[in-house]
């Protein structure tokens, strides 16, 4: 049997170096392009990324890491999982995806405690399994007419199946995976990688014993490939021992979170991620080096250098960011510098020269501010407001950003680019901004938004105004589907030299009688999306960013902002995967907000919104972060959140609209959303408003959907005591 390479990587990224997916992606929904052009277009993404790697040197190349919108999507695929409701659809994957007039979506969530959104799987006690192995097959014969052997990877039997809720499930699936084996082991595949991230949290001993018998049983299939099964975003903790008493032969070992375990491994091959895939920080050699000599005390039979994930979570290449500062770039490190760091590794575990650390950022930090609140009781403060405000029940928002057209696309790469001038920019903005502005008061909303025109990210943003962040030209991290963000690099001491968004948001206001809110990013948000310095504990960082978000508040306030929104929507995806550690985080996260927003008067009314997270398992964190208003994703969760929203005490906005798929909800479906919303919360607290942003639809799109909106809430209000 073919032993396992010396080097490899658990994934790379798949949308292209110049966002080539997502472009292929846009074309093919908007009807530019076939489904054809798209999948030839996926091809030539992943030859690109074969020859990259094989370029690079690595001796382990994975295949069936690429997809056209998520691999979540794609193990349900490969398993049959399609609810019946999709079949008959015109293209049924991107369907389950992104709904399509008469469908809804499936739901989303985050991968584990990244900013990668998945999609649920939905199973049922009648859902029929079939395997359907096309697409890994294909891959692998692809890479192979390339000259290329692979190693193809699979979201494992039980992370698949603890994501969609169906454990109980595994006797229905596990056949289907032996079947796959077979089918790979008859293409004459070598090895075969199957993904249990879920093991690096907590697990019942129900699901310790699943995970063992899960591998009792593939282990034991008789033609298939070497089984490899990569645990990662931590430890495996207890799930480790009994893994390791089934007859895979190799094991995958994210020792970046976590230690080098003291659990026997012999006869096994290890898969040492030594190399960070969730951040964009050079690999220290004499720390790689070290872990990887320990390791030999667990008595592995092979140690394997690797990533500690996917590196589906960086950027592609830092030779693509020229314009950084020498001195920070000397730092840094990007999907293809890991992996050449893990071929050097590999190359040298016995001689490879021992260099000093890293350089980390400044050695004076800020200091930490007090975690303290610093506002009245909710009730004072809703007199106040409603006082002020004088808003009607059941008072219609949205989140805060309007679509980004090409137009404004356009004009703020010709300002970069110096063929625009700032003020012409400005122009355009400021028109911009008009313009959503009619259209909501035309609409009939309540609370007005100025529409986020200027803004390229919800982070970027402000992280191109915040002292000790640095902005890269093309480091494109895919968030979900064709969706992408360029998440920041924090490298030092923040700091806020000027007001960030007091210009617009006065614009704005002096255009309208109605109340406008002004828009804020809040501090865990602005650090869980960008690539954070690791030489301070991450809840000074956090503080100090709070301490940069207070200032604006102050700003907005003093210039006449009835309502400062301050989003959290990473606040439950920074929550540790082990629980021990949960309520610490939680208890200095929601400090930092407190602290955030403590300067705000009585009279100013404090929303905050978090979208796509399994809010409903911190729900008491959210409460006690005391916004005044909480808006957050329910329409493409079923609005589950309902069940858990019982004593809330403040204004909540559960979702009617998602606005991640191109649907538009007919007014009948909001009214309904809102009659459940009704029977869970009193009215005088309950506020409409979109699962998220509107920056990914089209004006089309948002008009119809927020007419329909708005329609279902004045139904309602309509038939409202005036109790």
Same mark, same amino acid.
């Given at each position: 049997?073919?032993?396992?390479?010396?080097?490899?990587?658990?994934?790379?990224?798949?949308?292209? &170096?110049?966002?080539?997916?997502?472009? =292929?992606?846009?074309?093919?929904?908007?009807?530019?392009? !076939?489904?054809?052009?798209?999948?030839?277009?996926?091809?030539?993404? $992943?030859?690109?990324?074969?020859?990259?790697?094989?370029?690079?040197?690595?001796?382990?190349?994975?295949?069936?890491?690429?997809?056209?919108?998520?691999?979540?999507?794609?193990? =349900?695929?490969?398993?049959?999982?399609? &609810?019946?409701?999709?079949?008959?659809? %015109?293209?049924?994957?991107?369907?389950?995806?992104?709904?399509?007039?008469?469908?809804?979506?499936?739901?989303?969530?985050?991968? +584990?405690?990244?900013?990668?959104?998945?999609?649920?799987?939905?199973?049922?006690?009648?859902?029929?399994?079939?395997?359907?192995?096309?697409?890994?097959?294909?891959?692998?014969?692809?890479?192979?007419?390339?000259?290329?052997?692979?190693?193809?990877? +699979?979201?494992?039997?039980?992370?698949?199946?603890?994501?969609?809720?169906a454990l109980d499930r595994l006797d229905d699936v596990l056949p289907l995976y032996e079947q796959l084996l077979g089918e790979l082991a008859a293409e004459g595949v070598a090895w075969a990688q199957l993904d249990e991230p879920a093991l690096a949290a907590d697990r019942t001993p129900e699901e310790l014993a699943a995970v063992r018998a899960a591998y009792e049983r593939l282990g034991a299939v008789r033609a298939r490939p070497r089984l490899f099964v990569a645990s990662y975003f931590g430890e495996p903790g207890a799930a480790l021992p009994a893994l390791a008493a089934t007859p895979v032969e190799a094991i995958g070992l994210d020792l970046v979170r976590g230690g080098v375990p003291a659990v026997d491994l012999a006869g096994k091959t290890v898969v040492a991620g030594v190399v960070s895939g969730r951040d964009v920080w050079r690999t220290p050699p004499e720390r790689a080096l070290a872990t990887l000599a320990a390791l030999s005390a667990t008595g592995a039979e092979r140690v394997v250098v690797s990533t500690s994930c996917s590196l589906l979570h960086v950027p592609h290449d830092l030779a693509d960011e020229p314009e950084l500062d020498p001195a920070l770039r000397a730092r840094l490190a990007f999907a293809d510098q890991k992996v050449a760091e893990v071929v050097a590794l590999a190359g040298a575990l016995d001689d490879l020269p021992a260099s000093?650390?890293?350089?980390?950022?400044?050695?004076?930090?800020?200091?930490?501010?007090?975690?303290?609140?610093?506002?009245?009781?909710?009730?004072?403060?809703?007199?106040?407001?409603?006082?002020?405000?004088?808003?009607?029940?059941?008072?219609?928002?949205?989140?805060?950003? +309007?679509?980004?057209?090409?137009?404004?696309?356009?004009?703020? /790469?010709?300002? %970069?680019?110096?063929?625009?001038?700032?003020?012409?920019?400005?122009?355009?903005? /400021?028109?911009?901004?008009?313009?959503?502005?009619?259209?909501q008061e035309r609409l009939g909303l309540d609370v007005l938004v100025h529409g986020e025109p200027e803004r390229n990210d919800m982070v970027q943003y402000f992280a191109e105004r915040l002292d000790g962040f640095a902005v890269t030209r093309n480091g494109w991290v895919q968030s979900y589907g064709s969706r992408c963000t360029r998440p920041p690099i924090l490298h030092g001491d923040v700091r806020r030299p000027a007001p960030i968004t007091v210009r617009w948001a006065e614009h704005a206001r002096s255009l309208t009688d109605?109340?406008?809110?002004?828009?804020?990013?809040?501090?865990?948000?602005?650090?869980?999306?960008?690539?954070?310095?690791?030489?301070?504990?991450? $809840?000074?960082? @956090?503080?100090?960013?709070?301490?940069?978000?207070?200032?604006? @508040?102050? *700003?907005?306030?003093?210039?006449?902002?009835?309502?400062?929104? @301050?989003?959290?929507?990473?606040?439950?995806?920074?929550?540790?995967?082990?629980? =021990?550690?949960?309520?610490?985080?939680?208890?200095?996260?929601?400090?930092?907000?407190?602290?955030?927003?403590?300067?705000?008067?009585?009279?100013?009314?404090?929303? !905050?919104?978090?979208?796509?997270? *399994?809010?409903?398992?911190?729900?008491?964190?959210? *409460?006690?972060?005391? %916004? *005044? @208003?909480? !808006?957050?994703?329910?329409?493409?969760?079923?609005?589950?959140?309902?069940?858990?929203?019982?004593?809330?005490? $403040?204004?909540?906005?559960?979702?009617v609209y998602d606005i991640h798929s191109p649907r538009v909800p007919p007014a009948e479906e909001v009214e309904e959303l809102l009659r459940r919303t009704l029977r869970a919360l009193p009215a005088g607290r309950v506020w409409v408003n979109p699962d998220c942003g509107l920056k990914t639809r089209t004006y089309e799109q948002v008009e119809a959907a927020l007419t329909n909106v708005v329609t279902a809430a004045r139904r309602l209000r309509a038939g409202l005591s005036p109790a």
């Open positions: 049997m073919s032993p396992f390479p010396t080097s490899t990587v658990l994934g790379y990224p798949r949308i292209g &170096p110049r966002r080539e997916l997502k472009r =292929a992606l846009e074309s093919y929904w908007d009807g530019r392009s !076939t489904r054809a052009e798209l999948e030839r277009a996926g091809a030539e993404l $992943r030859a690109r990324t074969w020859r990259r790697l094989a370029g690079l040197g690595l001796e382990g190349l994975p295949s069936n890491t690429f997809s056209l919108y998520d691999h979540v999507l794609d193990t =349900a695929v490969l398993l049959g999982a399609v &609810p019946e409701r999709y079949r008959e659809a %015109a293209d049924p994957y991107f369907a389950m995806a992104r709904g399509t007039d008469g469908l809804a979506p499936l739901r989303m969530t985050k991968w +584990f405690d990244t900013n990668y959104h998945c999609l649920v799987p939905e199973l049922g006690p009648d859902t029929a399994f079939k395997l359907d192995a096309a697409k890994p097959l294909g891959e692998i014969r692809e890479a192979r007419a390339l000259g290329y052997e692979t190693r193809p990877v +699979f979201v494992g039997p039980v992370t698949f199946l603890l994501l969609a809720g000093g650390p890293r350089e980390s950022g400044p050695s004076v930090a800020l200091p930490v501010p007090p975690p303290d609140g610093g506002r009245s009781p909710y009730p004072v403060r809703a007199a106040a407001q409603a006082a002020r405000l004088g808003l009607p029940p059941l008072p219609v928002t949205t989140i805060g950003s +309007f679509p980004q057209t090409g137009e404004l696309r356009a004009a703020r /790469a010709a300002v %970069a680019a110096g063929t625009l001038t700032e003020d012409a920019y400005e122009r355009r903005v /400021a028109a911009e901004i008009e313009r959503v502005i009619r259209l109605k109340p406008v809110k002004g828009m804020l990013t809040g501090p865990v948000t602005i650090v869980a999306w960008s690539f954070r310095r690791d030489d301070l504990p991450l $809840r000074d960082v @956090v503080f100090q960013v709070a301490e940069a978000v207070r200032e604006e @508040v102050a *700003d907005l306030e003093a210039a006449g902002l009835p309502i400062i929104q @301050v989003d959290e929507p990473a606040l439950r995806e920074l929550l540790p995967l082990r629980r =021990a550690a949960q309520e610490e985080y939680l208890e200095w996260a929601v400090a930092a907000y407190r602290r955030a927003t403590s300067g705000a008067g009585d009279s100013t009314q404090i929303h !905050t919104h978090l979208c796509y997270s *399994d809010a409903d398992q911190i729900l008491a964190a959210i *409460d006690g972060l005391d %916004a *005044d @208003v909480t !808006t957050i994703e329910s329409a493409r969760s079923g609005a589950r959140i309902l069940g858990a929203v019982e004593g809330f005490g $403040r204004g909540l906005g559960p979702g």
